[in-house]
């Protein structure tokens, strides 16, 4: 476990607001550690803080000019920042992916590096299966969140109280990013530790950071002194919201840390401004922007508790509203948004659907569209139906009062219908997507549920076909597997590595005791 001698210090560049006044930032890497040896070669860890200095009249960040200046008249930061990279930067695939922490834990390894039968949860900073250091990624975690890994600047109010300065977290973002992609070196000539070694830049988060990004979109940070910062997005379970952010709070934690839920369903913020991405996209590019290509994934849980088909309709009526040409959006059918082993405090067993291999792979295809213009999979999405005063979905604000929330349509299963279709919903051994109790407790209302059919017809009341009746032998459970997983693969939502991982775990499925009889033991 190295460690930099003196903590190397790294000044940003000169890097602009969405109304460019110069921020001058230093990264202090303090801790350099092995990470292991990938498809891309050796990859390291540094671990350090990112210091800059912004113009108190920068535009759009609200409460700037109040804060307290350095000596020189700037408004300072400082945040925590991570990135994994290749020991030869040359060795990497000239992306940088800068994951976006959600309330403090970073996410990319939870999103791209987690296995099957171990789902590895946000916070998570082991390699994991490896797929983003195989492929040559460099990996930057940025956290930006009040009292999660960020000194935001701060300002007195007219009452005496402590107020932060909460949109900075924005330019934290935006200006580590173009450092990264894009300085050469500092004042004194230290290196930037990706120096050359990067041609596109991709973001990603998760439920309050793909609100984060979809903000930083519309309010006009992904750009600095005239050029993109961000290529490409992808955006997971971020339903219809964006992150309440541009304000100054008091603490301990930020404007962005709540969401509307079943227990507070008029919490505000949220759901107040553009609801879908067109709208965003509308307002990026009438500013003369020229928008990323971006990706916008769902999951069936998303609808009932996130109101995610206001992503979709907007405020008014049913009618999915036309996406622009550089967005795709993708409903994962029967997937949670939030994905665990157990969940002991809810009424159900929660969602097992495993949807990490199609962000591996709708990731691979962001990248290609971004770097070589591949076309990307077409949008996919589930059918829906409006659910009017359906306990068990979210509904729309008072404030949103044409908005109606939809859920999508589900098979005589009570399997979700359309949408991307992985192995275990076109292969069902059960009910993927459904709602867990109590819906109050947010973390039940995110784990979805699962239920497993019957093995046999024994004592089956469900009403469903039992697993005998689906499939006539293990033979015939594992071929259907292996088609589904091919058809997947085919239409760009599985890599090759995932479907004999998933073709591999149903083999080993032992449905039908052993290989070759019919039906299950009694």
């Not at 107020?163 to 924005?170: D, I, Y």
């Not at 040409?325 to 659907?353: F, I, Q, W």
């Not at 044409?402 to 399997?415: I, K, L, M, S, T």
């Amino acid at each position: 476990m190295g460690r930099f001698p003196g903590a190397v210090a790294l000044l940003v560049v000169a890097l602009g607001g969405n109304a460019a006044q110069a921020a001058v930032a230093r990264l202090e890497i303090t801790d350099r550690q092995p990470y292991g040896t990938f498809g891309a070669g050796d990859y390291v860890r540094l671990d350090g803080t990112v210091h800059g200095e912004l113009a108190p009249d920068e535009a759009g960040i609200p409460d700037l000019d109040k804060a307290e200046r350095t000596p020189d008249g700037k408004v300072a930061y400082a945040a925590r920042i991570i990135l994994f990279i290749p020991s030869d930067p040359a060795a990497g695939n000239g992306a940088l992916l800068v994951d976006v922490p959600n309330r403090g834990n970073a996410y990319a390894n939870a999103l791209y590096n987690s296995p099957r039968t171990r789902p590895m949860q946000s916070g998570n900073l082991e390699p994991g299966t490896g797929f983003l250091e195989d492929r040559g990624y460099a990996v930057a975690e940025v956290y930006w969140e009040l009292g999660r890994g960020a000194d935001l600047p701060a300002f007195t109010d007219g009452d005496g109280k402590r107020r932060f300065v909460e949109g900075v977290g924005f330019a934290i973002v935006r200006d580590a990013a173009d450092f990264l992609a894009h300085a050469a070196a500092d004042s004194a000539g230290t290196r930037n530790p990706l120096t050359g070694a990067i041609n596109r830049t991709i973001g990603t988060g998760k439920s309050q950071d793909g609100r984060f990004l979809k903000t930083f979109l519309l309010h006009g940070f992904n750009v600095v002194q005239g050029r993109r910062v961000f290529d490409g997005l992808h955006v997971f379970v971020s339903g219809a919201g964006l992150l309440p952010i541009l304000q100054s709070g008091t603490g301990p934690h930020s404007s962005g840390d709540k969401t509307p839920n079943f227990a507070d369903p008029e919490f505000p913020g949220v759901n107040d401004g553009p609801l879908t991405i067109g709208e965003i996209v509308k307002t990026v590019e009438a500013r003369g922007e020229v928008s990323p290509k971006m990706m916008l994934l769902n999951s069936t849980v998303d609808y009932a508790s996130l109101r995610a088909s206001l992503g979709r309709t907007g405020a008014h009526g049913t009618a999915d509203l036309p996406l622009p040409a550089n967005v795709r959006m993708y409903d994962v059918a029967g997937a949670s948004h939030v994905t665990v082993v157990k969940s002991e405090s809810c009424s159900l067993p929660p969602g097992r659907l495993d949807w990490v291999p199609v962000a591996r792979a709708t990731l691979q295809r962001l990248d290609g569209w971004v770097a070589r213009n591949a076309p990307p999979p077409a949008t996919r999405l589930m059918p829906l139906q409006p659910a009017p005063g359906d306990p068990n979905v979210l509904q729309a604000p008072r404030a949103l009062a044409e908005a109606v929330v939809q859920v999508p349509q589900r098979d005589a299963d009570g399997n979700p219908i359309g949408g991307v279709r992985l192995p275990d919903i076109a292969v069902p051994l059960g009910v993927h997507g459904g709602q867990n109790a109590p819906l109050t407790q947010f973390t039940c209302s995110l784990v979805g549920a699962y239920q497993p059919f019957a093995r046999n017809s024994d004592g089956n009341d469900t009403g469903r076909p039992s697993l005998a009746e689906r499939y006539s032998n293990q033979q015939d459970y594992e071929n259907r597997v292996r088609a589904a997983a091919r058809t997947a693969q085919v239409e760009g939502f599985l890599l090759p590595a995932d479907v004999a991982v998933i073709v591999n775990a149903a083999a080993e499925t032992p449905l039908f005791g052993h290989h070759g009889e019919t039906a299950p033991p009694r």
